[in-house]
């Protein structure tokens, strides 16, 4: 079983930062990519940022100067600086990542990665 837990939204003003942290954890063999998302109210869930295991980073064209994706792949935690807030980032922002796991069939255990969802973390940005 794999968690994903996500910590550090909360209420700011246009032009401050927080900073989101993402911890995986569970039963695997490791973790690969993993990412943001946000999905603002009334609108489909989003691309923020990704960086694979290699470190490898990608953002959305909104966010590119303004965020930051970072990971320490020995804790399994990837975060998301974000500077120079706007109100059109308020959002909920989830963590998502791939999961190397090991299943059970009839033919013996099996390699499979599958996608797994953090709850989310609210972030608004308002004056």
């Known amino acids: 079983q794999v968690h994903l837990v996500e910590s550090g939204g909360g209420s700011v003003q246009p032009g401050e930062s927080l900073l989101l942290s993402c911890a995986a954890s569970?039963?695997?063999?490791?973790?690969?990519?993993m990412g943001w998302y946000r999905q603002a109210p009334g609108k489909g869930r989003e691309l923020v940022a990704s960086i694979t295991v290699g470190g490898v980073r990608d953002y959305a064209d909104y966010v590119k100067g303004r965020f930051n994706i970072s990971r320490d792949s020995a804790m399994n935690i990837i975060y998301l600086q974000m500077n120079s807030l706007k109100p059109e980032d308020t959002a909920d922002y989830f963590c998502k990542a791939e999961a190397f796991e090991t299943v059970a069939t009839k033919w013996g255990p099996q390699p499979r990665t599958n996608a797994y969802w953090g709850q989310g973390t609210r972030v608004t940005v308002s004056s």
């Open positions: 569970g039963s695997v063999r490791g973790f690969g990519d």
